[in-house]
């Protein structure tokens, strides 16, 4: 059983520099306590996310850690020129020595598709041209491409990344249809959705999987929850109960300030996203037992985990990370294991 990390990077009173400061500091604590990987979200113009050029951050996580593998959850390709983000792939999968995994997406916000020029409507055929040419530009030495949307002849590849063919690959899911897109282009995959939805999405992808690539180990097949581990389930639900209701306003701030409505809406408590067995707080016994419970339901090989979010402190954090890597991750398994 692998674990990882999905971080919005949503922003919280401390002076941006500091922010980062901290934020990397939490980073190289995920890595000492044995994490997979570390993925971070693409927001821009909205406090959801303070890591709008994930490039540049990841970059920056390359230098402070060794082990950790990390990459973005996900480029919104239609944001992004195809031959610039091929270049910056490159670029930090060589920086961190072949670490980076990458995760490709429309994007989830229309309104910030709609501030790069783009429309909405056309964010998956963008995608969906834009990720295949990428893989192209990753894996040949010359790239010429004619799309709906991009148009490229003889373009010289000179930067190759370190991994080969290219990193692993990523996609966020929200429905059957997403699941078996992702198993059939090889990639994988996290849903945030419930234990029950997640089930559905992965029975599918492994279904297509076994017919494509039997002879090939799968793919992890990951769950996100909002994790926070106390001394005691009260300090833990006081600590949430306080952080969660912030991350909520920053997740609906574009809405607010622009109208319409999120495509996967969450709710504004925390006792409610327990509910819907979308978070957990409480002391490493209960953490532990709701989390092998969404393991074992939702049929997931890889759990991840959102540790900062809110007004969490560092501090904060970093005692969720600790008793998590001493008293919960050693004794939860893979669904089946």
């Known amino acids: 059983m692998d674990f990882g990390i999905f971080d919005h990077l949503d922003r919280n009173d401390l002076p941006l520099s500091e922010f ?139 930067l190759r990344p370190l991994q080969k063919p290219h990193p692993p690959m990523w996609y966020g899911v929200h429905s059957v249809e997403a699941a078996e897109r992702a198993a059939r282009q090889g990639m994988n995959m996290i849903s945030l959705d419930s234990a029950r939805d997640s089930r559905s999405y992965n029975d599918k992808f492994r279904e297509i999987w076994r017919s494509l690539h039997d002879d090939k180990p799968t793919p992890k097949l990951g769950v996100s929850r909002f994790i926070i581990v106390a001394e005691s389930d009260k300090e833990a639900l006081t600590l949430a109960r306080r952080a969660y209701p912030i991350w909520h306003r920053h997740f609906y701030d574009l809405f607010h300030r622009l109208g319409g409505k999120p495509a996967h809406p969450r709710p504004a408590e925390f006792d409610k996203m327990m509910d819907l067995g979308q978070a957990v707080a409480g002391n490493a016994a209960t953490v532990r037992q709701f989390l092998q419970t969404e393991i074992d339901d939702s049929a997931a090989n890889y759990l991840v985990g959102q540790f900062a979010f809110g007004d969490l402190t560092l501090t904060e954090s970093l005692r969720t990370v600790e008793l998590f890597k001493r008293e919960v991750m050693p004794r939860l398994n893979a669904a089946g294991e």
Do not use: W
């Open 20 to 158: 980062y400061e901290s934020r990397l500091m939490l980073i190289a604590a995920y890595e000492r306590a044995g994490f997979y990987a570390y993925h971070v979200a693409e927001h821009h113009s909205t406090p959801l996310g303070m890591a709008p050029s994930p490039s540049v951050f990841l970059a920056a996580v390359a230098q402070r850690t060794r082990r950790l593998r990390f990459g973005p959850m996900v480029y919104a390709l239609p944001l992004h020129h195809p031959l610039r983000l091929i270049e910056e792939i490159c670029m930090v999968d060589q920086l961190s020595g072949g670490r980076l995994e990458i995760g490709f997406g429309r994007g989830s916000s229309p309104a910030e598709v709609r501030f790069y020029g783009q429309d909405p409507a056309q964010a998956q055929e963008i995608y969906n041209e834009a990720r295949a040419l990428i893989i192209q530009g990753l894996t040949q030495e010359t790239l010429t491409f004619h799309g709906k949307y991009f148009s490229f002849k003889d373009i010289p590849m000179e």
